[in-house]
């Protein structure tokens, strides 16, 4: 089993910024990737940003391309998503999420991310 906690959610204004963690722990080793996605009222669930654990390489979704950095730190097993430049449509629940190859995803319980306008 892998473990996922996130932090670091909270609420801000408009073009503030604000960077969310995401600690593994547990069989980490199965992982081939982390990443984060959002889900807002009413909304489905919608990707948002992931890292190859092996290669490094990164994913966004267009939304949040420029604005978002998502990194890692292999000694701490943690992910973090640096958000700049929020704007209020980034209002959602943040979620961790660990990747294995042909197996299901791990997620984590989330981390509410409100942008007052």
């Known amino acids: 089993q892998v473990q996922l906690v996130e932090s670091g959610g909270g609420l801000v204004q408009t073009g503030a910024s604000l960077r969310l963690s995401c600690a593994a722990s547990?069989?980490?080793?199965?992982?081939?990737?982390m990443g984060w996605f959002r889900q807002a009222p009413g909304k489905e669930r919608e990707f948002v940003a992931e890292?190859?654990?092996?290669?490094?390489?990164?994913t966004y979704a267009n939304s949040v391309k420029g604005r978002f950095t998502i990194s890692r730190d292999n000694a701490k097993n943690t992910v973090y998503l640096q958000m700049n430049s929020l704007k209020p449509e980034d209002t959602a629940v943040y979620y961790c999420?660990?990747?294995?190859?042909?197996?299901?995803?791990?997620w984590g319980q989330g981390t509410q991310v409100t942008v007052s306008s």
């Open positions: 890292l190859n654990l092996s290669g490094g390489y990164t």
């Open positions: 999420v660990g990747r294995r190859r042909l197996q299901p995803d791990y």
């Open positions: 547990g069989r980490t080793f199965v992982l081939s990737g």
